[in-house]
C-alpha cells in the first residue's frame, strides 16, 4: 500500500485553525501520507502549526499551496471530496472504509489522488463538492455529527493505510485527470446550451447531474478524447441551429 500512499494528496482547503493544519500533518504522518495540498487558508508556519506537528514539520514545509480547489485537482486522476451534509447534489456518500478499498482496487499507473476537506465552520461548498468524482462522510451521531478538521483527517488516513496492498495491476488505462474532465464539461455546457438542452438561467442545475453520470463512468483520457471529438462534431453540424428545440 505504501506506492499507493506516497500517491495520495490531502487537502485541505481555507483552514481556519492553525492548530488543525499542524495536527492533520501528524496525522498523516502517524498513517503513512506525506502529501499535503493547502487551498488559502490560513499560515502553515503559525506557531500553532508547528506546536501540533511535533515530527511532522517537514510535511508543513513540503506543503504544496494552491489559489483555488480547480488548481489543486488538475493533476489528480481520483478526487474524493469529504461532506457531513446530504442532499440534492450531495448522494452517492461513501464511507471512509469504502473509500480506502475503492481506492486500493483503482490504484494502477499514473493513479494520482486527493481527499478534500472544507472548512471548520461550513466544509466545501455545493460547486467545490462537483469538482470531485467520489464524495465521502464519516457515520456519526445524528445530535451531534460535526468532527474536527483533524480528527476527520485522521480517520481517513487510518482507513488508508490499513487498507493493504492492492490485489495487482489496478487499472490498464489511468483515469482522466480532474483538469481533463473539468476541460470536457466545459466543452460539454458550451454543447448543449448551443442546442437548447440547458437552460440559459440555469445550467448548473442539469450540468451537475451529467457530471455524477460522467463519474460514474470513471473514463480514462483517450474515453474523454473520444467524448470530446464527438461533441466537436456536435458543435460544428448544429451551426446554423436558430436555438429553438424541434417538436
Known amino acids: 500500500m505504501k506506492a499507493i500512499l506516497d500517491n495520495i494528496s490531502i487537502v485541505l482547503v481555507e483552514p481556519q485553525s492553525p492548530g488543525n493544519i499542524g495536527m492533520a500533518c501528524r496525522a498523516m504522518k502517524n498513517m503513512g501520507l506525506s502529501r499535503l495540498r493547502l487551498v488559502k487558508g490560513c499560515d502553515r ?3 500553532e502549526s508547528l506546536k501540533f506537528a511535533v515530527a511532522a514539520k517537514n510535511l508543513l514545509e513540503q506543503a504544496e499551496l494552491f489559489p483555488d480547489l480547480a488548481k489543486a485537482l488538475a493533476d489528480c486522476t481520483l478526487t474524493i471530496g469529504t461532506t457531513r451534509r446530504h442532499g440534492k447534489y450531495r448522494q452517492e456518500i461513501l464511507s471512509p472504509t469504502e473509500v480506502a478499498s475503492n481506492l486500493r482496487g483503482e490504484a494502477g499507473p499514473g493513479c494520482r489522488a486527493a481527499i478534500v476537506f472544507g472548512r471548520e465552520d461550513s466544509g466545501l461548498t455545493t460547486e467545490e463538492l462537483a469538482l470531485c468524482r467520489w464524495h465521502a462522510t464519516i457515520p456519526s451521531s445524528d445530535d451531534y ?5 483533524a480528527q476527520a483527517v485522521l480517520v481517513f488516513c487510518y482507513e488508508l493505510g490499513k487498507a493493504g496492498t492492492p490485489p495487482g495491476g489496478g487499472r490498464n488505462a489511468p483515469l482522466a485527470t480532474s483538469e481533463e474532465m473539468e476541460s470536457y464539461f466545459d466543452q460539454l455546457r458550451s454543447c448543449l446550451l448551443k442546442i437548447g438542452f440547458l437552460n440559459e438561467q ?8 451529467m457530471r455524477r453520470i460522467f463519474f460514474r463512468a470513471e473514463l480514462d483520457c483517450r474515453e474523454v478524447a473520444i467524448l470530446r471529438g464527438a461533441l466537436s462534431q456536435i458543435d460544428w453540424a448544429s451551426s446554423d441551429f436558430d436555438g429553438r428545440k424541434r417538436p
Open 202 to 209: 440555469n445550467p448548473e442545475h442539469i450540468m451537475r447531474s
Open 145 to 149: 455529527g460535526s468532527l474536527n478538521l
Open 45 to 47: 508556519f503559525h506557531p
